[in-house]
């Protein structure tokens, strides 16, 4: 009973605080949830980067079943991904239990602990993605388990080989989960030699670990690999691959920037004026005033917070074996973000554990200077404000409204084969499905969407031709073609999020120029509304021609060279 009673009392303030933000919050971006749905459903478990997280979400979906089609009805999709929101949550709480563990094993201060498990709590990229059915909350807590594990155990000799065991596996499993946490396992298994000094039996358990982690992950992969039917060296590279899937193009210093700046704190929508910036956007120009007004405030305080973390780790031997761990960690993490899809928020939770491990020790440390620990809780607070107005409940359930009332006329005339074709994914009746996936129009699978263009990505490079195949398509099956509106405007508003000039590959007014020899009827939903493709035979020629130049490209792309 006394056991119980001071667990309840180290953990009872966080697991409290968890609930109630997670109540009072719905997540602004859901990531790749329903497609990792649709794939479970499929029982296609062949992604590389993700792969665990589907036959371990398939399993919890079938247990789960009989409790989730109380709430969501019959909908195979809606029920896999309430079984995903379910892990995931639950994978966020044992993540809070772990930051408050190891904050507490290093400061010794339970208010410290508690303090710094909140701001995990509410940083942008945890909050969100901890309420979706993405991999990577998952990923991150048996990171944090592992972590937690070596340097508890660091100076446990007698438990070594059990320690090892127990948080290699865990990191495997974080690799298995998201395959990009490969990039923190060289600090997660440096941190009992670099935290406490290099002795014979830290080395050896990092040894240990090392073999540990290595036999899990060929185990895990290894499955993966037999399921996949990998064969050969060019099966292997092919499958891992294939988790690019098709993004090209999204690799910048500023991307980076943003990024990191994004994964703590909501920035609204600064990053695209910010890009836009950047790009000089003809169509909707920024100025630098437009910047230091809305982006550069937040992005200034949070690389404060940073830069406060690492003065005050500088001041003492312990910080500045925190700071090199840290610096382990960024240096590969930061690495890759310059390489591929560097604004991503979830790019940088393979930060957390070291950034919140170097706070709270900041906070503790009897010598760290006062000025930075003020800085450091000013952008918690700040962060705390900014992020919980982004996601409260009444905020995004006006923005689901809004959508619902943008498709409430188009949606009586959609056939179940009928297709619903936006600009971008940035348009919120195509994200409609992916954001809100329990709302009922979504649950009944009327609305089909399709983004026509998806910047960044080799999409782009035959837009068109997709665009012809999806509305042949279509109207084959007996469905019909609807297109937003807005590709008949001859510039885009700002608020539709296209940049131009951000992908050299696909400008407006080819958009425009490509719509505007389409025959529409009638303009359906307001201003903002939808129009339908005519099935006449014009349209039927037009994009049968454009369809057939493709195919033909694509035959003489095979063709070798001579033939």
């Given at each position: 009973?006394?056991?119980?009673?001071?667990w309840?009392?180290?953990?009872?303030?966080?697991?409290?605080?968890?609930?109630?933000?997670?109540?009072?919050?719905?997540?602004?971006?859901?990531?790749?949830?329903?497609?990792?749905?649709?794939?479970?459903?499929?029982?296609?478990?062949?992604?590389f980067?993700?792969?665990l997280?589907?036959?371990?979400?398939?399993?919890?979906?079938?247990?789960?079943?009989?409790?989730t089609?109380v709430?969501?009805?019959?909908?195979?999709?809606?029920?896999?991904?309430?079984?995903?929101?379910?892990?995931?949550?639950?994978?966020?709480?044992?993540?809070?239990?772990?930051?408050?563990?190891?904050?507490?094993?290093?400061?010794?201060?339970?208010?410290?602990?508690?303090?710094?498990?909140?701001?995990?709590?509410?940083?942008?990229?945890?909050?969100?993605?901890?309420?979706?059915?993405?991999?990577?909350?998952?990923?991150?807590?048996?990171?944090?388990?592992?972590?937690?594990?070596?340097?508890?155990?660091?100076?446990?000799?007698?438990?070594?080989?059990?320690?090892?065991?127990?948080?290699?596996?865990?990191?495997?499993?974080?690799i298995?989960?998201?395959?990009?946490?490969?990039?923190s396992?060289?600090?997660?298994?440096?941190?009992?030699?670099?935290?406490?000094?290099?002795?014979?039996?830290r080395?050896?358990?990092?040894?240990?670990?090392?073999?540990?982690?290595?036999?899990?992950?060929?185990?895990?992969?290894?499955?993966?690999?037999?399921?996949?039917?990998?064969?050969?060296?060019?099966?292997?590279?092919?499958?891992?691959?294939?988790?690019?899937?098709?993004?090209?193009?999204?690799?910048?210093?500023?991307?980076?920037?943003?990024?990191?700046?994004?994964?703590?704190?909501?920035?609204?929508?600064d990053?695209?004026?910010?890009?836009a910036?950047?790009?000089?956007?003809?169509f909707n120009?920024v100025?630098?005033?437009?910047?230091?007004?809305?982006?550069?405030?937040?992005?200034?305080?949070?690389?404060?917070?940073?830069?406060?973390?690492?003065?005050?780790?500088?001041?003492?031997?312990?910080?500045?074996?925190?700071?090199?761990?840290l610096?382990?960690?960024?240096?590969?993490?930061?690495?890759?973000?310059?390489?591929?899809?560097?604004?991503?928020?979830?790019?940088?939770?393979?930060?957390?554990?070291?950034?919140?491990?170097?706070?709270?020790?900041?906070?503790?440390?009897?010598?760290?200077?006062?000025?930075?620990?003020?800085?450091?809780?000013?952008?918690?607070?700040?962060?705390?404000?900014?992020?919980?107005?982004?996601?409260?409940?009444p905020?995004?359930d006006?923005?689901?409204?809004?959508v619902?009332?943008?498709?409430?006329?188009?949606?009586p005339?959609?056939?179940?084969?009928?297709?619903?074709?936006?600009?971008?994914?940035?348009?919120?009746?195509?994200?409609?499905?992916?954001?809100?996936?329990?709302?009922?129009?979504?649950?009944?699978?009327?609305?089909?969407?399709?983004?026509?263009?998806?910047?960044?990505?080799?999409?782009?490079?035959?837009?068109?031709?997709?665009f012809?195949?999806?509305?042949?398509?279509?109207?084959?099956?007996?469905?019909?073609?609807?297109?937003?509106?807005?590709?008949?405007?001859?510039?885009?508003?700002?608020?539709?999020?296209?940049?131009?000039?951000?992908?050299?590959?696909?400008?407006?007014?080819?958009?425009?120029?490509?719509?505007?020899?389409?025959?529409?009827?009638?303009?359906?939903?307001?201003?903002?509304?939808?129009?339908?493709?005519?099935?006449?035979?014009?349209?039927?020629a037009?994009?049968?021609?454009?369809?057939?130049?493709?195919?033909?490209?694509?035959?003489?792309?095979?063709?070798?060279?001579?033939?």
């Amino acid at each position: 009973m006394r056991a119980r009673r001071s667990w309840l009392r180290r953990y009872g303030l966080v697991i409290a605080a968890y609930i109630l933000v997670t109540l009072i919050t719905v997540p602004f971006y859901m990531g790749d949830t329903v497609g990792y749905a649709s794939a479970i459903v499929r029982k296609d478990f062949s992604d590389f980067g993700h792969f665990l997280w589907f036959p371990v979400g398939w399993l919890v979906s079938r247990i789960l079943h009989p409790v989730t089609e109380v709430f969501v009805g019959q909908s195979a999709i809606s029920n896999v991904v309430l079984s995903l929101v379910i892990l995931n949550w639950l994978a966020g709480l044992l993540s809070v239990l772990m930051v408050q563990a190891i904050s507490l094993h290093l400061t010794e201060q339970e208010r410290t602990a508690n303090l710094v498990t909140l701001a995990f709590i509410l940083s942008q990229a945890f909050l969100c993605l901890t309420q979706s059915g993405c991999s990577y909350i998952p990923g991150l807590a048996f990171l944090l388990t592992g972590i937690y594990l070596l340097i508890k155990n660091a100076d446990e000799p007698a438990r070594s080989w059990q320690t090892s065991i127990a948080a290699g596996a865990c990191l495997a499993v974080s690799i298995g989960f998201w395959f990009t946490y490969v990039c923190s396992i060289p600090a997660a298994l440096a941190a009992p030699v670099v935290l406490y000094g290099f002795t014979k039996e830290r080395i050896r358990l990092v040894i240990q670990t090392t073999a540990a982690l290595s036999v899990a992950a060929i185990l895990i992969f290894g499955a993966g690999a037999a399921a996949k039917g990998v064969r050969s060296a060019e099966d292997m590279k092919q499958w891992v691959g294939s988790s690019a899937h098709g993004i090209t193009g999204l690799n910048s210093v500023p991307r980076m920037v943003f990024g990191l700046a994004r994964s703590f704190i909501n920035m609204g929508n600064d990053g695209v004026l910010f890009k836009a910036y950047l790009s000089r956007d003809p169509f909707n120009p920024v100025t630098r005033s437009d910047l230091v007004r809305t982006s550069l405030a937040k992005l200034a305080l949070f690389y404060l917070f940073l830069g406060a973390i690492v003065i005050n780790l500088l001041r003492s031997d312990m910080g500045r074996r925190i700071l090199a761990l840290l610096a382990l960690n960024a240096l590969p993490v930061l690495a890759l973000a310059l390489l591929w899809e560097g604004g991503a928020i979830e790019r940088y939770l393979l930060l957390f554990p070291l950034v919140f491990i170097a706070f709270a020790y900041t906070l503790a440390s009897r010598t760290s200077m006062a000025a930075p620990k003020y800085v450091s809780l000013a952008f918690v607070a700040i962060m705390a404000v900014a992020n919980l107005g982004a996601m409260a409940k009444p905020v995004q359930d006006k923005r689901e409204q809004a959508v619902v009332e943008r498709i409430q006329d188009l949606q009586p005339l959609l056939k179940p084969e009928s297709v619903v074709a936006t600009v971008t994914q940035q348009d919120e009746v195509w994200a409609f499905s992916w954001t809100f996936p329990f709302n009922p129009i979504n649950r009944s699978g009327v609305l089909n969407t399709y983004h026509i263009i998806e910047p960044s990505t080799s999409q782009v490079l035959t837009w068109r031709e997709g665009f012809a195949a999806q509305a042949l398509s279509a109207w084959d099956k007996g469905g019909d073609v609807w297109v937003s509106r807005r590709v008949l405007s001859t510039r885009p508003e700002r608020e539709w999020n296209w940049v131009e000039g951000a992908d050299k590959h696909v400008s407006w007014k080819d958009v425009n120029g490509f719509f505007s020899q389409i025959e529409v009827g009638n303009l359906v939903g307001g201003r903002d509304g939808f129009l339908m493709v005519l099935p006449s035979d014009e349209n039927r020629a037009m994009l049968m021609k454009v369809a057939h130049d493709k195919k033909r490209e694509d035959v003489a792309l095979v063709i070798p060279e001579g033939v």
